[in-house]
């Protein structure tokens, strides 16, 4: 039937507030670790693989790039994250014991479909699709699959698509760790734990929302912002700068923040507001030297840390603190605060969010 917004807005800010139910959904009936969460043959497949291709578009692309980070640290596999229409037509070394994950909601982007068209061309088989549609092109099209369970994302700005795609690229991670034997019994029933704890989680970071409506406020005045992450939240420092020009139509760029000095640095002043992703993590002594470099320039700081990061608020620097440290599960619940940004920064200056122009939800086309 016809889905209804029920007490909210819009269907953006629905979705956001359904993600500890999407992720919940994503996760039920996993009792364990195992390739078959992926198909019968994913075993067979895991075990010949050495290397991981995964191709996408829009926010199911930052998804990867989040997945690169936990693969490479976790299963030990490196991993190339293609954006699916420069894949399509480049040059590239094809290796036919590659693992090609494409990530799409979807499941109809026409450049995702023609990217795995092409590295089946060129002898890669072993083809895996993480998406939200089971009736999609993209299921039909890979011989392994794992579907989210987000049900039906009705706003253009994708927001529970995307988290409970990271929710799949963690077992993804986990049973490919397991394969190669890098996974023992007792990690594998912490990282569950820490897995069906997501929702909870996730209900309290949704509880931060009255904070980040006072932050809006400031944000809705701005034409620019800068993002920052390190690590594992630089893809969600792009997914969060991406959330706010989709749907309020201020220019935002994100950063790894090790790069400041080599460019952005120079669009810091007191007008330009900075987005920080700020965990705590290996990097976050790095981060806060990179916070004091926009102090200096009289940037003005909006920091997300957490429990453990010990970042305060001073002048310049404001600070939302995420209720729990979440270590390698982290990026799943700081990229709900910066679609929260995004969404109230919208509503503040009166912009059509579910319908952002010139956007659509799914591009079907080339
Ligand atoms: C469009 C949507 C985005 C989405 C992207 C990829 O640009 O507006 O929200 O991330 O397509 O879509 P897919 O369905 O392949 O994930």
């Known amino acids: ?30 009792t364990g670790i195992m390739p078959e969460l992926f198909g ?20 199911s692309y930052y998804a990867g790039l989040t997945a690169k980070y936990w693969i490479e640290s976790v299963a030990k596999i490196p991993v190339n994250v293609e954006i699916a229409s420069e894949y399509r ?53 890979c011989a392994l699959a794992y579907i989210t369970r987000a049900g039906v994302e009705v706003g253009v700005a994708s927001t529970k698509a995307f988290t409970t795609q990271l929710a799949a690229l963690f077992l993804l991670t986990l049973a490919l760790a397991q394969t190669k034997g890098l996974l023992s019994e007792e990690q594998e029933a912490a990282h569950l734990k820490a897995m069906r704890h997501l929702p909870v989680a996730l209900q309290s970071v949704l509880a931060l ?24 939240h630089y893809p969600i420092a792009l997914e969060g700068a991406l959330k706010l020009k989709e749907i309020t139509y201020i220019h935002a760029e994100a950063y790894a923040a090790g790069e400041l000095k080599h460019g952005p640095l120079a669009l810091v002043t007191e007008e330009m507001p900075v987005v920080t992703v700020a965990p705590n993590d290996a990097l976050i002594e790095k981060l806060k030297s990179n916070m004091q470099e926009v102090r200096a320039r009289g940037g003005q700081l909006y920091v997300f840390a957490d429990a453990d990061s010990h970042i305060k608020s001073s002048e310049g620097v404001h600070v939302i603190r995420l209720p729990e440290n979440y270590g390698l599960l982290s990026p799943i619940l700081h990229v709900v605060p910066l679609q929260l940004l995004a969404y109230h920064t919208a509503l503040a200056r009166g912009t059509d969010v579910d319908k952002p122009r010139n956007l659509a939800k799914s591009v079907t086309v080339e």
């Open 209 to 232: 929302e009255p904070h980040i409506v006072a932050w809006a406020e400031a944000f809705a005045r701005k034409e620019n912002a800068l993002f920052l992450g390190r690590g594992i």
């Open 89 to 141: 037509y480049r040059d590239s070394v094809s290796n036919p014991n590659t693992l090609v994950v494409t990530i799409s909601q979807s499941g109809e982007t026409a450049d995702t479909l023609a990217a795995l068209k092409h590295a089946r061309e060129l002898g890669m088989q072993h083809t895996l699709t993480i998406c939200n549609v089971a009736t999609s092109a993209m299921v039909r099209e």
């Open 40 to 59: 019968d043959n994913a075993f067979n497949v895991f075990k010949q693989i050495d290397s991981v291709l995964i191709l996408a578009c829009g926010t």
């Open 1 to 30: 039937g016809a889905i209804e917004l029920g007490p909210y807005q819009h269907f953006m800010q629905k979705e956001i507030f359904e993600q500890p139910r999407a992720i919940g959904d994503t996760l039920n009936g996993v």
